[in-house]
């Protein structure tokens, strides 16, 4: 019969199943000339499963034998659950926060979330109808996105065109006021280049598709005021009326109203007609900065690209109703930009008190008021003027502004140069602009003093072709698409969300494999796995640990804890070791005590100032230091064993 330390020879030098199958041989449960069989890996694996569940089952089995011991682990576990349910918990209130963060972020880089002091209620109407924007044949829009990739300008870069501040501290638009031919002047609204090119967008890929009434001759290739003036010619009476605060009424609710009847989604519509409308903005500065606050609604600005097209749209009902209300009477309408006007045969009083009221109806009705100062009836008889030329016999340049022009190019050429301007500005590029002026008219006479002004001032050039090729090439690029230029500046994009970390599980709480146990014995069972060591794979533990488990099963009876004497006994040598671990310096004043009050010499420390003296005191010294230290030493070692 092998002892176990022979089996365990056997084992190391060859393997645990070799000993068990020559055991089975040995004991007649196997055949000698049987061949050993090749057990699979499975086998392996389940019986250490196996001998793990039966160990977990036995070690449940001792826990469960002391009430109190399996009170407190069931206390502990249901901590345990507690801590991993709050961990899990928070961990899903991350998890759903970082949820709605990507979703937002992705939503932002996609959409416009809000137009700014603007009502942003149209971004939520994203429908549009497709099939009116092909037949009209207009780009079809899907969203901000598919706006700014149309345009070239990134999304972004729309955000901060579109985003309506009723006091911002920059302005897309620079301001300036030139003179007007009856005088004062008008305020002109210069857009930047940024929305400049935005503008030249949609004029070109927008706007300039759509029909116009055959009335509009204003802001038309191919038309001007010549145009507008001659179906006039020789009529027996010609009316005019001016449209008040014309481009001021048209503004940023009927912009966006024009864009959704063409087919474009109220999202869209509101989108491009805030491109297309600014506010008037006077400037403050405050604490040394400037800032720019909106004086009013939103409106076409005069000066922007857009805002001719828009007009001729906006009033192309207006156009269509004047136009019927002319023929009614025996009329003929035309319009250029905000002067409306109207000619043919002549009218009774009561006729044309019911003409004037009918069409100042219309034009109310279309949201516009007639100027009641520039409302004139002109009969054959008076000078017929129509947009500033006589109308009478033929189109022609008001015979007192031609006298006062050749009077002022007769000084001009007296002097070689002229020395004011003709009515404002520079006096050589505003002589050179009334000269084109009349030579666009005609007329024999207007010809003549053209190129009589041509041969003293020079041709008016205006800008240069360097010029005029780049203001071709910047708005060519802003039609298709592209940058101007290969360095144009684009706005960033805003960073990233980055998701909240999720919290950890306590190493202490997270779930073990089978065969372990979250949870300490408590009482001598602590003591016991604390000296026992680990069990080899195939599950048996070595002789010194069965050795020591059965010593200390020896010691106390099974489900047995400790007295209430033995735990208080425990706990002041605990303390006590503590006390003595983490004040070192215990030892020391113990020596110093024993030295003063018990070690004093009977004539004191006055003695000490012979050799002898002096080394009886520090040898008592050093006897208390050691005296106080092998206390702390053995109450250490005591607690250890």
Known sequence: MSTRSQLRERIRQSSLDEVVLEEMIRHGFWGRDQAIPDLPQDFFERRRELQSEIQDILTRDRRLANPDLALQEIMKERMREARLKRVETKRKEIEARNARGLAFDKKRRENVLSLGDSSSAPLHKTDADLDLLLAQDLPLIDGALSLSEAMGIGLPELKFLTYDRRVANQTHYQSFEISKKTGGTRQIFAPKPRMKRAQYWILDNILNDLPLHDAAHGFREGRSIVTNAQPHVGQQLVI??????????????????????????????????????????????????????????????????????????????????????AKRFGLTYTRYADDLSFSGDMLSDQGLKGFHAA???????????????????????????????????????????????????????????????????????????????????????????????????????????????????????????????????????????????????????????????????????????????????????????????????????????????????????????????????????????????????????????????????????????????????????????
Request: hydrophobic share 40%.
């Open 240 to 325: 005019n009326m001016d449209l008040k605060d014309f481009f001021p009424t048209i503004t940023y609710p009927r912009v966006k109203g024009l864009f959704a009847s063409m087919g474009y989604a109220e999202a869209d519509a509101a989108l491009l007609a805030l491109i297309c409308t600014e506010a008037d903005r006077d400037p403050i500065e405050i604490d040394g900065q400037t800032w720019h606050v909106a004086m009013g609604p939103r409106k076409t600005p005069q000066g922007a690209p857009t805002s001719p097209a828009i007009a001729n749209l906006v009033t192309r009902k207006l156009d269509r109703r004047l136009t019927g209300l």
């Open 359 to 641: 069409a100042q109806a219309i034009v109310a009705d279309e949201g516009f008021v007639i100027h009641p100062d520039k409302t004139r009836f002109m009969r054959r008889g008076d000078r017929q003027e129509v947009t500033g030329l006589v109308v009478n016999d033929k189109v022609s340049v008001p015979r007192e502004e031609r006298r006062k022009f050749r009077a002022w190019l007769h000084q001009a050429e007296k002097t070689g140069q002229p020395t004011q301007p003709f009515r404002a500005g520079n006096p050589v590029t505003s002589g050179q602009g009334y000269a084109s002026f009349l030579y666009m008219v005609g007329g024999t006479e207007g010809l003549a003093l053209a190129e009589r002004a041509w041969q003293v001032l020079g041709r008016q050039t205006g800008v240069t072709a360097d010029q005029v090729e780049d203001a071709e090439h910047f708005r060519h690029a802003s039609a298709y698409g592209r940058p101007p230029h290969p360095d144009w500046w684009q706005p960033q994009e805003p960073p990233a969300f980055v998701p909240i970390p999720l919290p950890k599980f306590a190493r202490k709480d997270q779930k073990v494999e089978s065969g372990q146990s979250n949870i300490p014995s408590a009482g001598n069972r602590n003591i016991a796995s604390r000296h026992r060591r680990a069990a080899p794979a195939d599950g048996h533990r070595s002789d010194a640990a069965l050795r020591r488990a059965d010593h200390l099963d020896q010691l106390r009876p099974e489900g047995q804890g400790f007295s209430f004497v033995e735990r208080l006994f425990r706990l002041i040598l605990t303390l006590a070791a503590m006390a003595f671990q983490f004040l070192p310096a215990l030892g020391t004043l113990i020596a110093v005590v024993l030295l003063y009050f018990i070690w004093k010499p009977p004539g004191g420390y006055k003695g000490m100032d012979s050799f002898w003296g002096a080394a009886r005191v520090w040898g008592k010294l050093v006897l208390g230091l050691i005296a106080g230290n092998v206390i702390v030493v053995v109450t250490i070692l005591i607690l250890a064993s």
